[in-house]
């Protein structure tokens, strides 16, 4: 596949590592307030939570990809677009759960995310079937 495409989702997988960091960073100098953001199981704050999850979580699917791809001996449409979804995947899952976080009536903005991290997942599988 495009080596750049699968470049960029290295990088995305450090941002999203660093940025995790700094949302950690973030929550740390709050925690320990009891009532935060309306208390530890507030709706509000377990969405702050989840894109703070959100961000390793998903750096890890991009290195994942990032190094399955070197096992791909050529390039393909499927693996571009599973590339893409990844990236897309990353990027829109913790804006989703900051803006939700303020907005839960925009819920189905998860669709973004969810729709193209499915297929960045579901085309990697089937290119690692077919090599
Ligand atoms: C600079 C590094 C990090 C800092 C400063 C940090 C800080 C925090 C803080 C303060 C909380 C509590 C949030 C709350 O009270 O609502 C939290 C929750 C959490 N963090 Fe981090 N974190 C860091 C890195 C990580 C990493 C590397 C992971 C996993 C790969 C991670 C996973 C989690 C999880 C799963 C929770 C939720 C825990 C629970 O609800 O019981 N964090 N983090």
Request: net charge positive; with cysteine.
């Amino acid at each position: 596949m495009n080596s750049h495409a699968a470049q960029l989702n290295l990088i995305l997988a450090w941002l999203g590592i660093v940025l995790g960091f700094a949302v950690g960073f973030f929550f740390g100098l709050n925690f320990h307030k009891e009532h935060w953001m309306g208390g530890y199981t507030s709706f509000r704050r377990r969405l702050y939570r989840l894109g703070h999850i959100s961000l390793f979580g998903l750096a890890w699917v991009n290195f994942l990809f990032y190094l399955t791809t070197k096992s791909f001996t050529r390039a393909s449409t499927a693996a571009t677009v599973a590339s893409w979804g990844f990236v897309l995947g990353a990027v829109s899952m913790p804006i989703c759960c900051f803006i939700i976080a303020h907005r839960p009536r925009f819920r189905a903005l998860f669709l973004v995310p969810v729709v193209s991290l499915f297929t960045g997942g579901t085309l990697t599988l089937w290119e690692v079937i077919k090599s």
